[in-house]
């Protein structure tokens, strides 16, 4: 799954990083400060071509439940399996035409038995921002709630990502994130992409980290620096 994630740079950064005109600052909102430990319910930045077709980066919150689900009283999702998404019911209409993009430096994972986790923190070897799959009833001209929120799409994991958890986020390249926001490419060719074309487990690298991280309003730099075996997390 995917329950965690930083994103410590600016939103500029991460628009530079996907090749957008970073001049244009009127499309990008209002800058906050970093964040080393963004949890669902908050608001993270979303990257999305809602609207005009333009590129955007707003706040938006983490977590969607439709109005039929709400009233079945099912439980608001944050992660979306690849698997399901593209098909089933409760994800099926924001795979069609919700499809946006969340920057992020990394994600977080647990290991161990209850009372007892290990968080380890995920990132690309060369540590630059990366672009995780994400599905949203979120439009720039809807009242916010909890059907206008976004969740991550997941899938398997593999290699020795495996280690980590069994399942994780969908990193798109600069290029393949372009081409998810793309309003035009159809579902089927969406989930094709998603399956294809997600980051190897060869382009992350992942370490223990403090156990810190696990209180949500802990936000410091020092929640992602590795500890050694010896250490006490």
Not at 7 to 27: I, L, T
Not at 101 to 119: L, R
Request: proline fraction near 9%; include cysteine.
């Amino acid at each position: 799954m995917c329950g965690r994630i930083t994103q410590h740079q600016s939103q500029v950064a991460y628009a530079r990083e996907m090749g957008w005109n970073v001049d244009d600052f009127g499309r990008l909102g209002t800058d906050r400060g970093p964040s080393w430990n963004v949890a669902p319910g908050t608001h993270p930045w979303l990257m999305h071509r809602f609207g005009d077709d333009r590129e955007h980066i707003d706040p938006v919150s983490w977590g969607y439940r439709p109005s039929w689900a709400a009233e079945k009283k099912i439980p608001l999702a944050i992660n979306a399996r690849l698997e399901k998404a593209a098909t089933g019911p409760y994800f099926r209409p924001l795979w069609k035409s919700g499809r946006a993009i969340v920057p992020a430096d990394g994600w977080y994972e647990w290991t161990g038995e209850k009372g007892h986790k290990q968080p380890w923190y995920i990132r690309l070897k060369k540590d630059r921002p990366m672009f995780l799959a994400a599905i949203t009833g979120y439009r720039p001209d809807k009242e916010p709630g909890e059907n206008t929120g976004f969740v991550i799409v997941t899938a398997a994991a593999e290699g020795g990502l495996v280690d980590v958890h069994d399942r994780r986020p969908v990193v798109f390249s600069a290029e393949d994130a372009e081409m998810w926001m793309d309003h035009s490419l159809p579902p089927d060719q969406a989930e094709q992409l998603a399956r294809a074309m997600a980051l190897p487990p060869e382009t992350f690298e992942w370490y223990r980290v403090s156990t810190d991280v696990n209180r949500v309003g802990n936000n410091d730099p020092h929640l992602i620096l590795p500890i050694g075996d010896d250490d006490t997390a």
